[in-house]
């Protein structure tokens, strides 16, 4: 995990909203390739789904990291920088 993903976490569960890479790399001041290659990551690690082709939300499982209910070693081998 780095801080890239923890921002990408902390405005999905935030907005409440699906968002597409494009948008989030907006609002967090990131490239679109940057954003999209940590959206595979945390997608491969069931922390966010993918849903309406191109759009992202956040699972249960993401909720449950930034609760600190996970913690982040715990995902280190499914989220790689």
Known sequence: M?????RILS???ESGLMLSPAVIAA???YTR???SKRLR???E???VRKSQSSYYEITELG?????GEIEA???EDAIQS
């Open 73 to 75: 070693h715990v995902l």
């Open 41 to 43: 990551k945390l997608l």
């Open 2 to 6: 780095n801080q890239t993903d923890d």
């Open 45 to 47: 690690a069931g922390l």
């Open 27 to 29: 609002n967090l001041d």
């Open 11 to 13: 405005l999905l569960e």
């Open 63 to 67: 909720e449950q990291y930034l609760a």
């Open 33 to 35: 390739g940057w954003v």
